[in-house]
């Protein structure tokens, strides 16, 4: 396949008034996007700024952006109460540039073909996400992985929970679940045999990847989204699936099968050790978490009580943790409150926690009441509207929003949602005239 056939495959689905560059960039940007935040990241500035749409509104006129100002008004405000100014207005990176991302890369997604070639990269680009997981699992790699001088690195850090790419347990966890919307709708679409039989092994092996992570967060929200991605003559054979996996999780933990052969991979260890501490709290189990967030979340809403208005400022919460000064033996792995609506309101205050919760429940909402009125027969933005779920309950049990690579995709799944809620006839147009 020469250069120039791959170039025109890239092109497809250029929605109006985006250039050929800005398109490419956008479709590179999303498919590094978990494996290099520094590739991605300068990919994707590209597509918003050197190549930026040039039809539509821009990203000052939407009406949600005087929500977004108003609220960086306020987060600029809380420096001069912050615990630590200069740590405050560093975390400020973590929010201001980001929503201006969300703003800028909305017109890429403003057709159902475009957002359907974006999901489809999402999905290619978790793909190393998955062999990486199953491979450090497997072969018990603990050594990070870098290049490009250490400017790309991959931490491969615990080994048993296949955390692969990502730092952290609950990152690797809450990519693959966010991914997850965007590979079963890829079954309902037009495949052939062959295309089909690899997005049920991708789907298998997403599925393993997710269970050999042990993560909670992850495990009750995998149902939920399975079932709502279903048809519904799937329903019936997908709750038998279901029951029979539960009926298998609670015979493992009797013990009476642990001889069996795969049991520890359909039902890793882990799993089966936190899941008995949840049901007996005194259990030999060394795992804290439950523990660790009944006391992180009473000393976060104690500290929202006594800064309601500003809040103490970003990474206040971890210079108190870090110094010891709050009651709870400070870690280097557990600096902040396990909670993004906490963690938001005791740094930059209830005011602002509100206006970023009706900024983010009303591009929800618009995006669910379209999705109502019109047809969606593929499910192309029904994933997008479970991937957003996803992204919403990871962040109310963890703020995976820490590393950037989730951050941007959090607020590029987003943007498809204000895409989706700001229908009118022109973006039902496929693509611009040539550029």
Known sequence: MSLLHILKRLDEARP??????????????VLFLPTSALLSGLTLLVAITLARPHAGLRPLQRPISRVLLLLSALMVLGLATALKPDLAALGLANWLPFFWFFLAVEPYLSTPASRNRVALWVVVGTLPVILMGLLQAWLGWSTPLRGLGGLLEWTMRYPERATGIFDTI??????????????LQRLGQQQSGLAKRVTLVVIALTTVA?????????????PVVVLLSARRRQLPWLLIAFGLYGLLVGVKLSGLI???PGIHLLVPDLLGAKLQRLIDPASSSALQAPEVRSSLYPVGLQLVRESPWLGIG??????????GVLPIPGDEGLNHSHSLPLEFALSHGLPALGLLLSAIGWVCAKAVQRWRLHSDPQGQDRAWLLSAGVVIWVHIWDIPAYDSRFNMAGWLIFAALLAIGSHSPQTEQPQCSPA
């Open 170 to 183: 609950n990152g690797t966890a809450g990519w693959l679940l966010m991914s997850f919307p965007f590979l």
């Open 314 to 323: 970003e990474n206040g919460f971890r210079a108190l943790y870090l110094k």
């Open 16 to 29: 109006h008034g985006c250039s050929r560059g800005g398109w490419r960039s956008l479709q590179l940007g």
């Open 258 to 260: 642990d001889h069996w």
């Open 210 to 222: 997710l269970l050999l992570t042990a993560s909670r967060m992850a495990m009750l929200m995998l």
